[in-house]
């Protein structure tokens, strides 16, 4: 960031009175520009003993499988932005969502929030983001080829959940590591 979005004076990054971080502030107005992380929603669209994945048609990972997902609009619920994006990569209507994952990706600044909703009528088709849409029992995921560590994570503890009966709500930490390696890390459930 160079210049103001109040006034277009120049921008300097310090720590403002108060603060503890460095943030870019006006030299001008004073004004902080806070830089906060995106709030991505994305749903489980779950239609009998299957869930519903979306094969990406665009960049990041442009053609491999993913939860439709995406970032929330201003003026948005979490759960009106899930059950949007499902729709807008689908063409699915997703009903009774509740919330499923909470993950931090802290090498991009995100914040996923992961629901479970059931699929309506079972009926899907691929949106303009998506390639092609389908319906996958566990066996038929296609592990090697999900687009996102954070949708492997969701995936895999639903799936655990399912064969255990019980769903639970999950709280995490996405850490990069190398070039293609993560840590999960994961906060324990309510005692």
């Given at each position: 960031m160079k210049f103001c979005s109040q006034c277009g004076g120049p921008v300097t990054s310090r720590v403002p009175?108060?603060?503890q971080r460095s943030r870019y502030v006006c030299e001008a107005c004073d004004l902080v520009h806070y830089q906060?992380?995106?709030?991505?929603?994305g749903c489980i669209p779950e239609w009998q003993d299957r869930i519903l994945l979306c094969r990406r048609a665009i960049e990041p990972r442009y053609g491999l499988w993913t939860l439709p997902a995406g970032f929330m609009e201003n003026a948005e619920?979490?759960?009106?932005?899930?059950?949007r994006e499902t729709l807008e990569e689908a063409n699915a209507v997703v009903e009774h969502l509740t919330l499923y994952g909470l993950y931090s990706l802290l090498h991009v600044s995100q914040v996923y929030l992961m629901f479970r909703g059931q699929l309506k009528d079972g009926i899907?088709?691929?949106?303009?983001?998506?390639l092609e849409v389908a319906l996958f029992a566990?066996?038929?995921?296609?592990w090697e080829q999900l687009a996102f560590t954070v949708v492997h994570e969701t995936l895999r503890q639903y799936f655990t959940d399912r064969r255990n009966g019980v769903f639970t709500l999950h709280v995490g930490d996405i850490i990069r590591g190398s070039d293609r390696e993560?840590?999960?890390h994961r906060y324990p459930g309510p005692a």
């Open positions: 009175p108060g603060d906060n992380p995106k709030i991505v929603a619920s979490a759960v009106t932005a899930a059950a899907a088709s691929a949106g303009e983001e998506s566990e066996h038929e995921i296609p993560f840590q999960v």
